[in-house]
């Protein structure tokens, strides 16, 4: 097994993706400055909702966070050229890393993606050809990788499409009632917005998204589906870029298509002749072999067991959202609702009601009202600033969310002080309300 991951395959596969991935990178990172998404969502905020435990990562003050993204926008053309490309590529998967922690307000499973696709990218020779490194040191230049590189990346795909399609077997994508209630919002799209608007459109939808997320990986794997599935994924991915507007995954999504094309094809596809022998059926096992090895599999599980782990929370995850992010659980559920905070002071037991436009924009409002871990570091948030005026108090939230245009219900326990409440990152909180029995058939997983 070792020998085969280490035999040697061309590396134009690895190559011409580094170049699709290092273009997309500053296409992501320079369209979020010129798109206002900076200044909307980490410069206008008082404060970001980063994740829990990462209270110290806030965005940097003035200007800064202009020029952290323009640095990231130059990795990514460094890493597209192959120039320095190790230090462009760490550099952008750390400061990546920090823009996903430090907000959460716009998350999107792409943005994780992004994360582990940065650092799985720093570590392979992505440089060894068609770069100015080759260039500058033709020592480098070499035209052949391991095949366990291929092994790597198709197994990450493979996890991200599998539960996704496994996420939509519940009842409101099966119904297609989501789907109905999704495209509701794209009514007055160009073109096509009126067409979307039929039943058996979101039918279509439906039966399709689940089918494609579910098989498109094998396809693209089996040489008779290969064409087909990859025609398929362009029609997919460039209806979800113009429908969603969901910034470059479609297209990260349709780079990744060329690990799965016979290197030779794509040497023609792209007029890129080999200038060395290709020895086939050779193996190279370095050393590092005897711990890449073990921690490549280690990751590989993890990334294996991290979406099943809401099915250890006794709420469904559509409800408590607990488990929801990094388990690729994509366009699933629409949350709407309301809430209000109420602070009592301990010392006179005067109450007072927060008024969240002072402290929040539209959009963490809407996160605030309808997510529990926004409701909690909001809370967390309010305690530290009535602390620094040296008041003890207790904070109190109520109101009701809806899944999906249901009945709104209670989300969290009015009766709970939650500047006293602890969050538990791996297991439920119990001030997090049950989700009512009558309808738990209909939302559960």
């Not at 969901?246 to 890129?272: D, K, M, N, Q, T």
């Amino acid at each position: 097994m070792k020998r085969w991951l280490f035999e040697r395959t061309d590396n134009i596969t690895l190559v011409l993706f580094r170049i699709f991935y290092g273009f997309l990178m500053a296409a992501e990172s320079f369209g979020a400055l010129s798109t206002g998404w900076v200044r909307r969502t980490l410069i206008e905020p008082q404060f970001t909702f980063n994740f829990i435990g990462f209270d110290w990562l806030q965005p940097l003050p003035g200007w800064g966070m202009y020029a952290y993204f323009a640095l990231m926008g130059i990795a990514g053309l460094c890493i597209m050229v192959g120039y320095r490309y190790r230090l462009a590529t760490f550099s952008f998967a750390i400061l990546w890393t920090g823009v996903y922690l430090m907000q959460k307000t716009s998350y999107n499973n792409h943005y994780y993606l992004m994360v582990l696709l940065g650092f799985i990218m720093a570590f392979l020779p992505a440089n060894r050809d068609l770069s100015v490194d080759a260039h500058r040191n033709p020592a480098l230049r070499r035209q052949d990788m391991s095949r366990g590189i291929l092994v790597l990346i198709i197994a990450q795909l493979a996890i991200v499409y599998t539960y996704a399609s496994v996420a939509k077997l519940y009842a409101d994508w099966l119904d297609f009632s989501f789907l109905k209630l999704l495209m509701e919002s794209k009514k007055d799209l160009p073109v096509i917005g009126e067409f979307l608007q039929q039943e058996w459109v979101h039918t279509a939808m439906g039966v399709f998204g689940l089918v494609f997320d579910g098989l498109v990986i094998w396809a693209l794997l089996y040489k008779p589906t290969r064409k087909i599935a990859f025609g398929l994924s362009i029609f997919f991915h460039l209806f979800n870029s113009y429908v969603f507007q969901i910034g470059i995954f479609p297209y990260l999504s349709l780079a990744f298509c060329v690990f799965f094309f016979p290197a030779e094809e794509l040497r023609i596809w792209f007029h890129l002749a080999r200038t060395e022998e290709l020895a086939e059926g050779t193996a190279e096992i370095p050393k590092h072999s005897q711990w890449s090895l073990p921690l490549i599999g280690v990751y590989l599980v993890i990334q294996f067991l991290l979406p099943l782990r809401h099915f250890t929370i006794k709420e469904p995850v559509i409800w408590t959202e607990e488990g929801h992010r990094m388990s690729w659980r994509m366009m699933l559920r629409s949350r709407n609702g309301h809430i209000s905070f109420r602070v009592k002071d301990k010392n006179t037991g005067e109450m007072a009601l927060v008024k969240l436009e002072d402290y929040l924009t539209r959009k963490q409002i809407r996160k605030v009202a309808t997510y529990p871990d926004f409701a909690w570091q909001f809370a967390q948030r309010l305690k530290r600033e009535y602390e620094a005026k040296g008041l003890e108090v207790e904070i109190y939230a109520q109101g009701r969310v809806s899944i999906n245009r249901n009945t709104p219900y209670p989300l969290i326990d009015p009766e709970v002080d939650l500047a006293q409440a602890k969050w538990d990152y791996f297991f439920h909180n119990e001030w997090i309300l049950p989700y009512p029995e009558i309808e738990v058939e209909n939302a559960s997983e």
